[in-house]
């Protein structure tokens, strides 16, 4: 397929090895045999089809960010936060690869990504609870996700932060609280937009949920102050946080609110470097915000006296995801791939409930199929036409499928969900 990216095939096979291990006898011993050699294949697999140079932002960024932290923290960061732009605590864990050559570290980070494909692929379907077609239709999204293959393609961590959710829901499920918030004040950690939805379960008065990510936030401010000058951390907010906050970067690969409407108000400025914002620009990011923002309010208002089983949480927690990644000063496009979350579970557990009308499943079908486009076929359409609107087609997906989840909810209020 020419506008995804040469990794595409590798992509699809652990995936559909996924596939393949739901149909394994349970009972069977020969299960964990076939589990060990796929594990085995993806291993041998991964690191025979990597290619270390192809890895740009694991090259630029977290290979950087690890050999920096230990050699020389002061120049962590560059003027416009270009290369590495996590909390200076997140470069110690990609200090061991820093220690190794950049063609040896790239292949290893690889490798564990690629075989995080499977179980990402296997949980994503058994926690949803998808069934039948609806097994091949979310693992069919997910083998050619174009916000997926991107993330492999340029070497991220979004499909890793993406099993590190799942795993906290599913432990939510479980009644493991308290892991939930282990699990998702570390994702926040790596990816700051997950923050605010994490703060789903202090409105609900998830105390346990609540305890778990302050015990990672309380561990993460005494290793900073132990191991991270406090300069360091200045410099970080300053230039990560601050400057990124009040100056929008207009680049095709940042689909948050902010990138959209900086395409439209300042449409000569479509790099990576912040520009300066329009008057015209603030007037509508502030209209904008207060769209998205006005129905989240509302669901957790409402919501606040109905049951909070685990589907409806999990329901409830994606929609603030949505709106925290869209209105997020920069919502890189393979962050998008964490909305296959929501939408596995819409297939195997919310659908049945509430048993959709034709026209919300093709708004359903509409809107993923915007967000999950591959980025070259984006940029194709762009330089054939020259027009701004397919630059945002991503954005523009999630905001339908953001209503989506809202009209979802407003189907389940009356609902008591007993998963």
């Not at 998830?206 to 778990?212: H, M, N, P, T």
């Not at 940042?254 to 603030?282: C, H, Y």
């Not at 087609?393 to 008591?416: I, K, M, S």
């Amino acid at each position: 397929m020419p506008f995804y990216s040469t990794y595409l095939p590798y992509t699809i096979l652990p995936i559909a090895l996924a596939g393949i291990f739901f149909f394994v006898d349970r009972k069977q011993p020969y299960r964990w045999l076939f589990l060990g050699g796929c594990l085995l294949l993806l291993v041998w697999v991964g690191w025979s089809a990597v290619q270390p140079a192809s890895l740009d932002d694991f090259n630029k960024a977290y290979y950087y960010g690890g050999r920096k932290i230990l050699r020389d923290p002061a120049v962590l960061y560059d003027e416009i936060c270009y290369g590495f732009t996590n909390f200076p605590l997140v470069a110690y864990l990609f200090a061991p690869l820093g220690t190794l050559s950049k063609e040896i570290a790239g292949k290893v980070f690889f490798v564990i990504g690629y075989v995080a494909l499977f179980p990402l692929a296997y949980l994503l379907g058994k926690w949803a609870k998808v069934k039948g077609w609806g097994l091949f239709l979310i693992l069919g999204l997910l083998a050619l996700n174009g916000p997926l293959d991107y993330d492999i393609w340029i070497g991220n961590t979004s499909h890793l932060i993406m099993l590190v959710i799942l795993l906290a829901l599913i432990g939510y499920g479980w009644g493991r609280e308290f892991i939930t918030g282990v699990l998702l004040g570390g994702a926040g950690l790596i990816k700051l937009p997950l923050i605010l939805p994490s703060g789903y379960f202090f409105v609900r008065g998830r105390w346990k949920v609540v305890a778990g990510g302050l015990v990672v936030a309380g561990l993460i401010l005494l290793l900073s102050l132990r191991y991270i000058p406090f300069t360091l951390n200045q410099i970080w907010v300053e230039r990560c946080v601050l400057s990124m906050s009040a100056n929008p970067i207009a680049a095709y690969n940042n689909q948050s609110l902010s990138g959209f409407l900086a395409r439209i108000f300042m449409p000569g400025e479509l790099e990576w470097d912040p520009v300066t914002p329009t008057a015209a620009f603030k007037q509508a990011l502030a209209m904008g915000n207060l769209l998205f923002y006005g129905p989240a309010l509302w669901v957790l208002f409402l919501g606040r006296k109905m049951p909070p089983t685990p589907a409806r949480a999990a329901l409830e927690f994606s929609i603030l995801l949505l709106v925290s990644v869209l209105t997020s000063p920069i919502a890189w496009t393979h962050y998008f791939v964490l909305f296959l979350i929501p939408a596995a579970l819409y297939v195997g557990t919310l659908a049945p409930v509430i048993r959709p009308p034709l026209w919300l499943n093709v708004w359903f079908m509409i809107s993923l199929l915007l967000l999950s486009l591959p980025l070259n076929l984006m940029l194709f359409a762009f330089e054939q036409t020259g027009n701004l609107f397919f630059l945002s087609l991503h954005f523009l997906g999630a905001a339908l499928f953001y209503a989506f989840l809202l009209c979802v909810w407003y189907f389940l209020r009356d609902n008591t969900l007993s998963i």
